[in-house]
């Protein structure tokens, strides 16, 4: 037993113990301190806490930087890639900077689902200018970027409202670029506005969310020219195409020069199968040059930007052709640039590089054309074209959200290179009107088409004045309407929003976002998809539904029942309604919840009824969380 004496004596020696220990911790070399201060369970509250505790943490924490450093290279990897390794940065600041966007964009994200819910739906809608508000917190684009990405990528189940908003907002963004480097690229001097740089650029415009560079794209062109070097090195070991540090000088001598276009006809056809897409030629995917190089098919213009890239890269010039129906390139015959047709091969891309006369031309085409239609464009010239392309695959769409969407980006495109077109002026006008969005900018656009053009005053005078009831309509917005499954009225609505139902009939799979107690579409509708036929009629519950083909739908209560094994429904404007899919369910978001106040419970008390078994087996039930392509019945 010890006597006191003794455990007086341990009680002093651990004193010392826990004192000097102490004292060696502050005491402990910087480079030492700051390896402990980078290990990864610790966070920047953990890092804030700590630098708060003494001068001496509060030095190592902030003095080299390399503690701060650790911790925003911990939270956001993908932003490394912008710093120099070589060179020094205020983390700290850096990191406050960023968080400071997290919030900022956060909050901007939650405030646009509320202002916008009531708003007509449209995939790929850009919400007018309110975009302009993330914009205007004067943060790095890049550290916004970030953000939005970091909301996508986040779990892919929940907040969805939050994805639903983010993504578009990126969408906007990435188009705003685009088109500020467009404008750069038409001041440049004619010569050094390169086609596949301006094709890229279109690309892009039209597909913000993917990743599509000039760098990623002229590695593969280079690919496939290193293809035709190799071919060309077994027919003629010494073609001056084939030397090294030549940069991108023409090739002078025709025999040469046929010979690199042979090449190039045996590797990009044969040995690498591109060909023109007969069979969906309306297909926008055909205009997109990182789709042309993947899927190895384009139409004439595409294919013939390709080509001529290849061309000039080994040395042999071609010029593009603007010919009516069918685009060619040019390649002359004489040492010196010629006005005489007649002096010039033409080449079809699209048809396996085949080479045509000026007569053979006119036979692609069964019309006869003026010699005019032979001469060489520009890049711009080419660029409003192949846009012009676009925008007439918009046209041809049937009014759904995609070909609505691809009639915007390309007259936005179209009326950046071109801006005092009057016919696409007025086009965009009228499209923007009919899909409800942005009325200030339909005003700017018809008061600059009255400029232009006096004598459209009748059509610009019409949507002046629906435009200026539309914002009226906009300043003064109407309650929403609030619908309560208690109501007398709403006794036969049987099924609840967020539930994931079957169609009996059709058997698609679907998610209902609204209901009605008895169909409210018009008469003509009524009559059209025969909802007298059904037994109870057009006097029955109606369901609005996202479809898992996204489409969105009407349907009749009779023809629903619930999926027996619920499943996600891949629909883009899931996001719209909808916070979060809880295995069984969708939980609706907080605007939904307002117009279906008493949806929610009625949805918990279905799912655990119809899934009791399914859910006891997961393990859990699931808890609330805290968070028209109108067609037939």
């Known amino acids: 037993m010890a006597t006191p004496c003794s455990v007086e004596r341990a009680w002093g020696a651990n004193s010392v113990i826990s004192e000097t220990y102490i004292k060696r911790l502050t005491d402990l070399p910087t480079e030492l301190l700051e390896y402990i201060l980078c290990f990864p369970i610790l966070n920047h509250i953990d890092i804030s806490n700590v630098s708060c505790c003494c001068k001496r943490l509060h030095d190592v924490c902030h003095g080299s930087g390399k503690v701060w450093g650790h911790q925003y290279k911990l939270r956001w990897p993908r932003l490394q890639k912008l710093y120099r390794q070589n060179e020094s940065y205020d983390w700290l600041k850096e990191f406050k900077t960023r968080h400071m966007v997290c919030l900022q964009i956060q909050r901007t994200v939650v405030s646009i689902s509320k202002r916008f819910f009531a708003e007509v739906p449209c995939i790929g809608q850009v919400l007018g200018d309110s975009f302009a508000e993330i914009e205007s917190l004067g943060a790095p684009e890049h550290f916004c970027e970030d953000e939005l990405l970091s909301i996508l990528n986040s779990d892919r189940r929940k907040r969805l409202t939050l994805k639903y908003y983010a993504k578009k907002i990126l969408y906007f963004l990435r188009q705003q670029k685009v088109l500020r480097s467009l404008k750069a690229f038409l001041e440049r001097p004619p010569e050094e506005q390169l086609a596949l ?11 913000p969310l993917a990743d599509v560079t000039l760098e990623s794209i002229s590695v593969q062109i280079d690919d496939i020219t290193d293809k035709v070097k190799k071919y060309l090195r077994v027919k003629n070991a010494s073609h001056p195409s084939l030397r090294t540090g030549q940069g991108h000088g023409l090739v002078e001598d025709l025999e040469l020069q046929r010979q690199v276009i042979c090449a190039l006809n045996a590797v990009l056809y044969d040995q690498l199968q591109y060909k023109g897409n007969e069979c969906d030629y309306y297909n926008p995917l055909n205009s997109y040059i990182h789709q042309v190089v993947l899927r190895r098919t384009g139409i004439p213009i595409s294919l013939s930007v390709l080509y001529m890239t290849l061309a000039r890269k080994l040395g042999v010039l071609l010029e593009p052709v603007n010919f009516p129906n069918h685009f060619l390139l040019r390649w002359c015959q004489r040492q010196t640039r010629s006005d005489d047709i007649y002096d010039y091969i033409y080449v079809d891309a699209f048809g396996k590089g085949k080479q045509l006369t000026a007569r053979e031309c006119e036979y692609l085409i069964r019309q006869q054309v003026t ?38 980006d390309s007259l936005d495109l179209y009326l950046t290179i071109d801006p005092d077109n009057v016919q696409y002026l007025l086009l965009q006008a009228r499209l923007y009107f009919h899909l409800g969005i942005w009325p200030e900018k339909v005003l700017d656009i018809l008061q600059h088409i009255q400029a232009l053009d006096p004598s459209q005053h009748g059509a610009v005078g019409y949507l002046v004045q629906h435009t200026l009831e539309h914002i009226q309509h906009k300043r003064h917005p109407m309650e929403p309407d609030v619908k309560r499954r208690s109501a007398p009225e709403h006794s036969q609505v049987q099924y609840s929003v967020g539930l994931i139902m079957k169609h009996k009939r059709s058997g698609y799979n679907c998610v209902i976002y609204g209901w009605d107690p008895k169909c409210m579409m018009s008469q003509e509708w009524i009559t059209t998809m025969r909802v007298h036929q059904l037994t109870s009629g057009a006097n029955q519950p109606f369901y609005n539904v996202l479809v898992q083909d996204g489409t969105c739908r009407y349907a009749a209560q009779e023809n629903l029942e619930p999926h027996s094994a619920p499943l996600e429904i891949a629909h883009p404007e899931v996001g719209r309604y909808f916070s979060e899919f809880a295995g069984t369910h969708y939980v609706s978001n907080e605007e939904l919840q307002t117009r279906y106040p008493e949806d929610m419970v009625e949805t918990q008390s279905t799912v655990q009824e119809l899934y009791e078994a399914h859910l006891l087996s997961s393990g859990h039930l699931a808890e609330p969380s805290a968070d028209h392509q109108t067609v037939g019945p």
């Open 371 to 408: 010699a005019e239609y032979y001469g060489s464009i520009s890049t711009t010239e080419l660029l409003l074209r192949m846009v012009g392309n676009l925008l007439n695959i918009g046209k041809r769409g049937e009014g759904n959200e995609k070909s609505y969407q691809l009639l915007r």
């Open 197 to 207: 740089e301006g094709a890229v650029l279109v690309d892009q415009y039209c597909n």
